[in-house]
């Protein structure tokens, strides 16, 4: 089952350090390679930056309350910073929350080149990283100085 919570294209993510890190901590949760957006019991998750155009930015919880399905983004590829510097970001850099070695997937040297994105209604688009507009990316706080991005569509 570990094999689906990591991106293949990152192999370096797919460590027993990140996969055992809740467990190794007397918590329930496991570190993986992937941004999730829907309705998490519990924990320290952080708020999502809002998102005026539609689709909105936001944790969703069942498939029957989610308007326009196919527009929500229910699980992302992470792109991941230990800066909040947008697209100058260090996103070669794996943040230093929780001691573990996250990355970002799909890197050509210093950059993302994009990611997947799953959405509510189950397709799957790509993408791309754009080239120097910081409008096109939202950054969510995670603990610490710790970044993930999502780019807008």
């Given amino acids: 089952m570990r094999k689906w919570f990591y991106c293949p294209s990152n192999a370096e993510s797919n460590v027993d350090l990140l996969w055992d890190y809740g467990v190794q901590h007397g918590q329930t949760y496991r570190a993986q390679g992937y941004t ?14 809002v998102r005026t155009a539609t689709p909105k930015l936001m944790y969703r919880s069942k498939m029957m309350s989610t308007p326009q399905g196919a527009d929500a983004e229910l699980v992302l590829d992470e792109i991941l910073s230990p800066d909040n510097a947008g697209i100058g970001s260090q996103f070669f850099v794996p943040p230093p929350t929780n001691a573990a070695p996250a990355g970002t997937s799909h890197l050509r040297g210093q950059k993302p080149l994009g990611q997947n994105v799953l959405a509510f209604d189950g397709h799957v688009v790509w993408r791309p990283f754009p080239g120097n507009n910081n409008n096109a990316i939202i950054g969510i706080q995670n603990a610490g100085n710790s970044f993930a991005w999502v780019i807008n569509p």
Avoid: T, V
Wanted: no cysteine; hydrophobic share 20%; aromatic share 8%.
């Fill in 36 to 49: 999730q957006l829907n309705d998490r019991k519990g924990g320290n998750y952080p708020a999502l930056p």
